[in-house]
C-alpha cells in the first residue's frame, strides 16, 4: 500500500469538498510511523504536499515517488535537474524512489528535445538520484506506444471495480516480457464509488444504469462500497497500489479494510466508456 497526497495540498476528487486539515495530517503521519508503512505517492504539481511530506520525513524515513510534468518550451537539460533537486529540497529527500513523466503523451510530438528529456533522466538514475524513471498513463494503448520510444522501469495506471484495462492477461504479458513493473492508482476512481445515487446521476447521467446495478449489488450484499473497492483489490493480488483519502477517518478505515481477512464479495464491471473511467474527460 502507497499512500496518495493529491488530497494533502489540492482539493482532488470529483467529491472532495475540502483539502486535508493539519490536525489530520498529523494524526495519519503519526499512525504511518507506528506503523511501519514509508511508501508515499506525490506530485511536483500537487499544491503544498511536497512540504507536507517535507515537514515529516524525518531522516529520509519515507520511500517517495514523485511525479514531474514537462513543458514544451524549456531548456529541458537543465529544467529537469533544477526541478528535481527543488522537490527534493521541499520534501527533505536525498532520493527519490520512482519518478514519473505524469504528461509522458509529449513523447508522441515531434519535439526536438526528446533525447534531452531522456538523458536527463537517466543522468539523475546514475547519481542515483531517481531508482526508477516511469510513465503515468491512463490507457494501454498509450503505453504501447510509449515503449516503442523508451522503455521505462515502471508504469503508474488506473485500476478500478469499472476500468480493467490494465490487468488483461495480454497487457501484463506485454509488460512482463519488456520488464516493465507497474503501480495501480485510482482504486476508487477519484471518489466516483463513494457517490451517493443523485450526485452520480448528476455528474454521469449516462451511465446511471451502470451505478443502479453497483449499488444494489452493495445494497444486497450489506458490503459498503469502501469494502467493496477493496475486496476487489485484494482479489488481484497486487504488488503495488496507491490509496487516495480525505480524512484522518478514511485512511484509518481504509488501513483497516486492507488488513482485514480477504472476503471475495465485490461487484465489479469492467467497462470502455472513456467518459467515466478517465478523469481526464470528465
Do not use: C
Request: proline share 3%; glycine share 4%.
Amino acid at each position: 500500500m502507497i499512500l496518495g497526497t493529491a488530497q494533502f495540498g489540492n482539493k482532488y476528487g470529483v467529491t472532495n469538498k475540502k483539502q486535508i486539515s493539519s490536525t489530520d495530517l498529523d494524526k495519519i503521519f503519526n499512525y504511518l510511523f507506528k506503523n511501519n508503512l514509508k511508501k508515499i505517492d506525490t506530485a511536483i504539481g500537487y499544491g503544498n504536499a511536497e512540504k507536507i511530506i517535507g515537514k515529516y520525513n524525518l531522516n529520509n524515513y519515507f520511500d517517495i515517488s514523485t511525479k514531474i510534468f514537462i513543458p514544451k518550451n524549456v531548456n529541458f537539460s537543465l529544467w529537469i535537474e533544477e526541478e528535481i533537486y527543488k522537490s527534493l529540497k521541499r520534501t527533505k529527500s536525498k532520493q527519490y524512489e520512482n519518478l514519473f513523466i505524469h504528461n509522458p503523451n509529449i513523447f508522441f510530438k515531434k519535439i526536438q528535445n526528446l533525447d534531452k528529456i531522456l538523458n536527463s533522466l537517466e543522468i539523475l538514475k546514475k547519481r542515483k538520484i531517481i531508482k526508477n524513471i516511469g510513465f503515468s498513463v491512463y490507457s494501454p494503448r498509450e503505453i504501447i506506444k510509449l515503449i516503442k520510444i523508451y522503455k521505462p522501469d515502471l508504469i503508474q495506471a488506473p485500476l478500478n471495480i469499472f476500468d480493467q484495462r490494465f490487468i488483461e492477461n495480454n497487457f501484463i504479458k506485454l509488460l512482463n516480457k519488456k520488464n516493465i513493473k507497474i503501480q495501480y492508482r485510482s482504486i476508487f476512481l477519484q471518489g466516483v464509488i463513494f457517490m451517493q445515487k443523485k450526485e452520480f446521476k448528476k455528474k454521469f447521467p449516462k451511465f446511471i444504469s451502470l451505478f443502479n446495478q453497483y449499488l444494489d449489488y452493495i445494497d444486497t450484499n450489506k458490503i459498503s462500497p469502501l469494502e467493496n473497492s477493496i475486496n476487489f483489490i485484494k482479489s488481484k493480488n497486487l504488488k503495488s497500489f496507491i490509496i487516495g483519502v480525505n480524512s484522518y477517518n478514511h485512511f484509518y478505515e481504509v488501513h483497516n479494510q486492507i488488513k482485514k481477512k480477504s472476503n471475495k464479495v465485490f461487484f465489479e464491471k469492467s467497462v470502455s466508456y472513456k467518459k467515466l473511467i478517465n478523469p481526464n474527460l470528465w
